[in-house]
């Protein structure tokens, strides 16, 4: 049986520069040059598993806090288990940062927290999406010094960091954001940074005309704040994937907007035990009027089937609030899907 296995994150020349960088981090001697050529590598890199590429540069730099290892074979065991047989004194890559402050960006990646937080303290701009994803992954760091520290670097950078990069960073951040627990306040430093409205539309210009991708979280994930409420009506007519137009005419439609917020459980029988799990949603209202039937009425001639059903279905649950439901239900019941049809049926029959 054949094995499923996974490209590695970090692909062309990096991991052989990363390898480099050990060998001369080992010897205390990093060259400026090599280093350069690694960040600017790094920071290029694809963005879609930043986790991983995290955990390969610490592993393929060697980045471990090992010195104190004993020689006997415990201490072999355990370098062996982590992939690295370096030999350096505690300070060695303390001493190192200090003098080359280039190397924080891949530092950020250190298996040492001392390290990791010395490496937040060094930054003194972030130019590049990689280093934004880094940074949220330090927002959530285990040793609470290090998300501390990674507090007060976005406190000091993240305003002045191009919209860009912190749109392309929160394409990939967004959708995994609140599933992170360790560093929930500190998260918020990055929620504004993202929130900023020259970032919201570089994220609307993305969700407009991205064919493929996660745009439905990601506008359920922006949509936590009126900053998006603007580039609805965009999104509703424009957006290039239907699932981004349907949720966009539901948060119109509605007057409020919508997003997940984890699960609950619905009890079925307590006698028994039996219960289900349901998603759980956050809701606010819109800052923006809306015109429920405008809206309804505009739905009704997008091009995808997914669109005019979640419209037909918004028409059944407020029929009795519009002005002539029928007359928008007419327009829905000679329509090419079966579905929509049904549902036009279904409110010219009460009326």
């Known amino acids: 049986m054949g094995e499923n296995r ?17 060998n001369q981090l080992d010897q205390g001697r990093p060259s400026a040059d090599l280093v350069n050529r690694a960040v600017s590598l790094l920071e290029s890199c694809p963005l879609g598993r930043f986790v991983e590429i995290d955990r390969q540069v610490r592993d393929l730099g060697r980045l ?22 370096r030999e350096v004194e505690p300070g060695d890559d303390m001493a190192q940062l200090k003098a080359q402050p280039a190397l924080a960006p891949i530092f950020l990646s250190h298996a040492d927290g001392r390290v990791r937080e010395a490496a937040l303290d060094q930054l003194t701009e972030i130019r590049s ?33 191009p919209p860009d990069a912190l749109a392309q960073a929160a394409m990939e951040i967004l959708p995994r954001r609140h599933a992170w627990s360790r560093g929930d306040k500190a998260l918020l430093r990055l929620d504004v940074a993202l929130a900023r409205p020259d970032v919201v539309q570089a994220l609307v210009d993305h969700l407009a005309t991205a064919p493929t991708g996660p745009g439905l979280r ?8 009126e900053v ?14 239907p699932n981004v137009r ?19 459980h619905v009890w079925i029988d307590k006698t028994y035990g039996v219960k289900r799990r349901v ?3 956050g809701r606010r209202p819109l800052g923006i009027p809306t015109d429920r039937r405008r809206w309804i009425a505009a739905g009704i001639r997008d091009r995808a089937a997914s669109v005019r059903l979640e419209v037909a279905d918004a028409l059944i649950r407020h029929r009795r609030d519009l002005r002539a439901p029928a007359d928008l ?15 036009a049926r279904f409110v010219l029959d009460d009326n």
Request: a positive charge; proline letters at 6%.
């Open 228 to 241: 998006v409420d603007p580039w609805l009506e965009h999104l509703a007519v424009n957006a290039a994937q």
């Open 129 to 161: 999406a990689y280093v934004v994803c880094a940074l949220a992954l330090r927002l959530n760091d285990w040793a609470a010094p290090v998300r501390y520290a990674a507090i007060e670097c976005a406190a000091r950078l993240l305003g002045a960091t």
């Open 6 to 22: 996974q490209k590695p994150a970090l692909t062309g020349n990096l991991p052989a520069l990363l390898k480099a960088l050990a």
């Open 246 to 264: 349907a949720l966009a005419y539901r948060f119109l439609i509605e007057g409020e907007a919508a997003w997940p917020e984890g699960f609950t």
């Open 64 to 85: 471990y806090p090992h010195r104190h290892l004993p020689d006997d074979w415990v201490g072999g065991w355990l370098r062996r288990l982590v992939g690295s047989g």
């Open 279 to 281: 998603r759980r949603y």
């Open 218 to 225: 990601l506008l359920a994930e922006i949509s936590r704040t």
């Open 329 to 343: 239900a007419r327009l829905l019941s000679d329509d090419r899907h079966p579905g929509v049809r049904l549902r």
